[in-house]
């Protein structure tokens, strides 16, 4: 989140809408979410990709189902950041330094105190409500989950590498072979949108429409919409599954509980062959995708489904 000298209102404005994009995790009674906030001031003595901290005492710096009984709550306090941030607005520096060590690093080590822990080292509560040793943001980015960013900025990012090496870095994370399990999100300056004085984010702009995220404008009156479209993609059901190791594409075999779903065993490109297909092969991204209800799909996971993938592993010489 932008907290240079003009993000005021917008800050206030996202703070009161959040309930609209944590309202869609708590749809899915599973969805463990973790929710942390930094900001795109990266000058000298800011806060340089750091996790803001809710509870200074307990240094709880994820809100979590398991860290608050009222999300939305802590989240408005934390999202109004003030505005006296650096006006060079750095926001994919941010993020790059939020994802990466020393901030990340993890010893396991269980704490009481500061104390507890090796120098340079903090006892941080991560988003189990735990607390261990280890870099600032600790406990926050998880193996298996998938990773979600929304940029809020009423002016264009201004991090020094170029927009490639962003794009590349945070898709890394996750992996390249894992594309659904990432998404960027703008809440930006767009072309076209006069309503209000802000310069376009570009580059938070190619970031997002890379990833398959959403991009809406910094001047909306309300971000209720928008927030709620971003959840949606965070927190929605699953369409895509992606496998753990290559696969045999004719010995994939595919079920939700106890009910097969013949398919497609290899992906079928930009021409699909003719009749009903529930789901097919994605060689490019090693992935099972599921053909959506609204487009003759007959085999759609739903809330609660058990999806199981079955398939021998490609044997490379």
Request: aromatic share 8%; proline share 3%.
């Amino acid at each position: 989140i932008d907290n240079s000298g003009s993000m005021g209102d917008e800050q206030t404005n996202l703070a009161t809408n959040f309930k609209n994009f944590i309202g869609v995790a708590t749809l899915f009674t599973n969805t463990a979410y973790h929710v942390g906030i930094i900001t795109t001031d990266m000058a000298a003595g800011g806060q340089s990709g750091k996790l803001r901290e809710h509870d200074a005492g307990n240094h709880a710096r994820v809100i979590s189902p398991n860290t608050t009984n009222d999300p939305t709550g802590v989240f408005a306090g934390q999202a109004n950041l003030g505005t006296n941030g650096s006006a060079n607005e750095q926001g994919l520096a941010a993020a790059e330094a939020a994802l990466t060590l020393p901030l990340i690093y993890d010893t396991g080590k269980a704490c009481a105190a500061d104390s507890d822990c090796q120098k340079g080292d903090a006892c941080v509560k991560g988003g189990d409500g735990k607390k261990a040793c280890g870099g600032h943001n600790r406990g926050f980015l998880r193996k298996t989950a998938g990773l979600e960013i929304v940029f809020v900025s009423d002016e264009e990012d201004s991090s020094t590498a170029p927009i490639n090496y962003y794009a590349n870095f945070l898709t890394s994370i996750k992996g390249a072979a894992n594309k659904g399990k990432f998404h960027a999100h703008a809440i930006i300056g767009i072309p076209g949108d006069k309503s209000c004085q802000v310069q376009e984010g570009k580059r938070y702009n190619a970031i997002a429409a890379s990833t398959g995220g959403k991009i809406a404008s910094i001047c909306s009156t309300s971000f209720a919409k928008d927030l709620k479209d971003i959840g949606t993609v965070a927190f929605g059901l699953s369409h895509q599954f992606f496998l753990t190791m290559i696969a045999e594409a004719a010995t994939i075999k595919v079920a939700i509980g106890k009910q097969p779903c013949p398919g497609a065993k290899a992906s079928c490109g930009t021409v699909c062959p003719a009749g009903p297909t529930t789901w097919s092969y994605d060689a490019a991204t090693n992935s099972v995708i599921f053909v959506a209800k609204g487009n003759g799909g007959t085999c759609q996971p739903e809330k609660g489904d058990k999806v199981s993938i079955y398939y021998q592993v490609l044997c490379f010489p």
